[in-house]
């Protein structure tokens, strides 16, 4: 494992206590951690018992706040490595040379639910990227949908209480489904776009290593000749993209809450390290007038077909935290932590974004020294003024502090732009104090009816499946008539079907979609799916008759994880069998190869309920010989007998042209 700047860094803070003598924080060697200092035997426990009050005080501070949004998460740290000298279009120095690496540290999560919540509901998820460049902190706080609910950052409160848990009775946890969420959105219609998204299949990946990223935010590229391009920041997973289906997504929630998480970590420990490109969409100065759709509007995308990606760079992660709370749970992102070259725009809710992550992180961290802790800090070192505070760590030498001086030389001193000192757009801005907004973002319905549009079939099938579901559990009538009048002006028979489902009438009439003859073929999962076998996880279902050594080795020579499944833990010859159909559901594998059966009745019943729900969920179906699965599935797509087809059907994904299957 290479060494970056950043692990070198840690490496100072971390303590490992194995074989060491058990000392208090003040380093006094402790001779009993079980009984309190008590008056007698059976006596009160006295207050000079400095180690028992030292215990428990800590104790009874060891929980922070849990982040406002994005409070459940998991993080790995990484490398990224420019392609390309991208000088030509900004100046910042970790794009400025191809194979320049830049440590990361990056932190995935979903949006609505607590820090305990599960990890598979429907949900944005968040993909912060932390860059240790060696100008600074570079933080690309992103999501895995390329939009967002709102235009302006003032209504962020507004719509995270909406979809927050109820405040009456905290009911229902990570959930958008409820009364209150569809009650915003059909009171605030700029949502239309981001909720096509949130519907849509990208809203449940089988995992954070298989999702793409967004910026979502306009920013701005900026070069050392102060040429400026707006920019879109996109991340490619390069496995390509897999989403779950809504049953298993559910079932998963119970099986394994922590199922994104384990995954990142058990593939990053088996050495699967997961890759993503960076890409930028570019547009010039000239040109922000040249779209339908306003370029500051949060609540488009630009589309690839008339806005081409260009590829920056690769990112690998390929290394665990050591310690959640130290690094996962303390890590501070905020998108206006900036290096020379990346700058802001007007997009009002980066504009508000820029407040908001600085002063969330005082309440959350305690302070204002968080860029001090070990996970926060640069890897370049920083020097000014700033002095004291909560938890306070540098000890600053000297007796000044403070800008100019003549006793220090009037040092830290300022750098000029060419010396690297950022300096900001130097963009003309020139209008009354107002609160109101450019008619040029009130087209709520077109990007949300190309979306629909440039889907297949089958994610459009999930979005009326979705958007059913959603509105079925919304307790109040008139919420579910209005958003089905809503969303008439995305597409009438969705309205329609959706309107049947859930028992209110079809849409008014007189509400018609906008004419949107070009679709974005490029906003379907399709166009980039996760196709092949490589670290897919199957379950195999043996016994003692089963040929265990030949499947291991055709299974390992596809790059694919296995587990073997039996009736019972314990060792097969030289094979550990680690699951049983208690231990494991099918629910957590990509896909099902049965080498055995079983003479027992209920450990054969049990077999078929795995090979039922891996059938229902559209996944890949294996057996070694005909009598192992049900009859009724032999000849269904995507089920197939021997070693070889398993592995062709498997590559392929998802088989939803199945008879009779649910998701
Ligand atoms: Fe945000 C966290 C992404 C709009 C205010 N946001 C947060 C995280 C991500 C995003 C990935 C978690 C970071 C982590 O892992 O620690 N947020 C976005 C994106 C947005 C967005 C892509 C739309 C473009 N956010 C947004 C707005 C506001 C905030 C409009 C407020 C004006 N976001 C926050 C926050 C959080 C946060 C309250 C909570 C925890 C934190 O910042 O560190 O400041």
Redesign the pocket.
Known sequence: MEENKKLQQLKQYKVNDNEQPMTTNQGLKITDDEHSLTAGLRGPTLIEDFHFREKMTHFDHERIPE?????R?T?AHGIFESYDNHSAITKADFLSEAGKRTPVFV???T?AGSRGSADTVRD?R???TKFYTDEGIYDL???NIPV?F?QD??K??DVIHAVKPEPHNEIPQAQSAHDTFWDFIAHNQESAHMIMWHLSDRAIPRSYRTMEG????TFRFVNAQGEAHFVKFHWKPVLGMASLVWDEAQKIAGKDPDFHRRDLYDNIEAGNYPEYELCVQLLKPEQEHDFDFDLLD?TKIWPEEQVPLHKLGKMTLNRNVDNFFAETEQ?????GHVVPGIDFTNDP??Q??L???T???LI?LGGPNFHELPINRSVCPFFNNQRDGYGRQTINVGRVSYHKNGMQNNTPHEVPEEDGGYRHYEEKVDGHKIRARSESFNDHFTQARMFWISLTDVEREHIVKAMSFELGKVETLAIRQQIVDMFANVCRDLATTVAQNIGVEPPQEGIEPPDVKTPSPAVSMEQRPAKGTATKKVAVVVNDKSAIEELASAFDEQHMTVEFISSKQGFIRDFEIKQTFDTAHPVLYDGLYVDATFDCPVTSRKLQTFVDDTYNHYKAIGYHEAPLIDAQYVNEPGVGQGVQTFIELLAEGRHFDRTFAIG
């Open positions: 982040r406002v949004v994005h409070a998460g993080a932190r995935f999560s949006v944005v968040g993909f912060a706080v992103g999501n967002f709102i950052a003032i962020f409160p967004f910026g979502v935010n949060p890590v501070a992102f905020h998108p809710l980066l508000g974004r407040f908001s992550y002063d969330t992180q959350r």
